[in-house]
Each structure stands twice: as C-alpha cells, then as structure tokens.
C-alpha cells in the first residue's frame, strides 16, 4: 500500500510568485484534502476534491486554487503569494467522504 | 473564530505518568471527533476517534472521554511513554468531510 506523497519537501519563494505543489494520494484513496499548517497552529481546511471536482471549501481567497487528475493525485497551486502564506501545506487522501484522514509530509513553503 | 479550542498549549509529564489532553466545540452539528499525533517533519496521523453517541473509546493506553452535554471531549495517555513526545491534535469533523483542528498541545515525557 502507498502512503500519500507530497512533493517537494520544501520551497522558498518571494512575495507576488506564484508556486504549484503536489500530492500523489494513498492508493485506492479518490479524495485528496489540502490544509494549511502555519507555525504553532493546527491545519487548517483549504478545499476538498472528489472525482476531479472541488466539493468543498474553507475560508481562503480564490487565489487558492486546485486541480485533481483522474489517477486522483492532486495539485495545490498558489497565486500571488504573500508573507503569510509561508506554512506547512499538508495533503490528506480518504476514500470517499470516509472520515479516516490519511496525510502527507507536508511542502514546507517560505515566502520571502 | 476557533471552532475547536485545545488545551494545555504545552505538556511535560514523567515516565509512566498520565497525559491529558482536553478539547471543546460548539457546533453540534460535527458528527466525527478524531486524535492526531504529529512528529517533526511528518504529517498528523490518526491515533483514535470517537463519535458522538459513545462516551468513551480506550485502545491501549490511549483512550477519548467524550461529554456530549458539555461538548468537551478529551484524550488520556496512560504510562506516558518517551517515544509519546510529539503533538497532538484534536478535531472535529463538520458536513463535507471538512474538518477543524485544534491548536495543538506539545507533549513531552521526561525519562
């Protein structure tokens, strides 16, 4: 069985860049979940896709957006980037709308 | 506004001894409360969860008591183990599979 992988580790970007992160989801799994993890804090909901669509969203600005392709890895892309947006973005697979939550390593990304 | 409020912050607890970790939410509408551990560099992983209906989950030395009528719910770490240091999150599940999470408390079991 395949753990959900995230890539890459870490990034440095600066402020107005754009970046696109990436999430391969536990084998089986057709849900891929992105949260924000800034510093001290716990992770936070950015959006949920299910079978290539968004089906849920917390409370980020279009400027986040997604992507799921149909083998269900994912994309977590990022426009104009700003300060606070430096944290640990974690990818979470589930089957379905399964509560089990399986995450990944995380992308640690500074924004300089 | 924190759906979901976590604490202590920070946790030092002896070898052997019992770590307790405490949680509270407000909207009743969350039907799924799940346990976290998170190790540096790694992502949380599920340790135990409990659903509304049951007061109590125990699997080994972890166990959640869960009081509905409060919406405070709480996690036991009995015979606190070194290798238990790490942080824990509680969270709380809403429609959608969405879920909210604490703020963490960082454990550490003295030797």
């Known amino acids: 069985e395949t753990g959900v992988t995230q890539s890459p580790t870490h990034l440095i970007k600066t402020r107005g860049q754009q970046v696109t992160l990436r999430c391969s989801s536990q084998?089986?799994?057709?849900?891929v979940s992105w949260y924000q993890q800034a510093l001290g804090q716990g992770p936070q909901f950015i959006f949920q896709?299910?079978?290539?669509?968004?089906?849920g969203r917390g409370n980020f600005p279009p400027r986040f957006s997604g992507l799921q392709f149909p083998n269900y890895s994912s994309e977590l892309n990022v426009n104009a980037l700003e300060l606070d947006d430096s944290a640990l973005y974690l990818c979470?697979?589930?089957?379905?709308?399964?509560?089990?939550?399986?995450f990944g390593s995380g992308t640690q990304l500074s924004v300089l | 506004q924190q759906q979901v409020k976590q604490s202590p912050q920070s946790l030092i607890v002896q070898k052997g001894g019992i770590s307790i970790i405490n949680c509270a939410y407000e909207?009743?509408?969350?039907?799924?409360f799940p346990w976290y551990q998170q190790f540096p560099g790694k992502g949380p992983a599920l340790l135990i969860a409990?659903?509304?209906?049951?007061s109590e989950k125990k699997e080994g030395r972890f166990t959640i008591s869960f009081n509905k009528s409060a919406k405070q719910f709480s996690l036991h770490i009995m015979d606190s183990q070194p290798g238990d240091s790490a942080t824990y999150f509680c969270?709380?599940?809403?429609?959608?599979?969405?879920?909210?999470f604490g703020t963490g408390t960082s454990l550490t079991v003295i030797p």
């Open positions: 084998s089986g799994h057709n849900t």
């Open positions: 979470a697979s589930s089957l379905g709308q399964d509560e089990k939550l399986f």
């Open positions: 896709y299910y079978r290539e669509e968004e089906n």
């Open positions: 909207n009743t509408a969350f039907d799924y």
């Open positions: 409990i659903r509304p209906d049951v």
């Open positions: 969270a709380a599940r809403s429609t959608g599979n969405q879920f909210y």
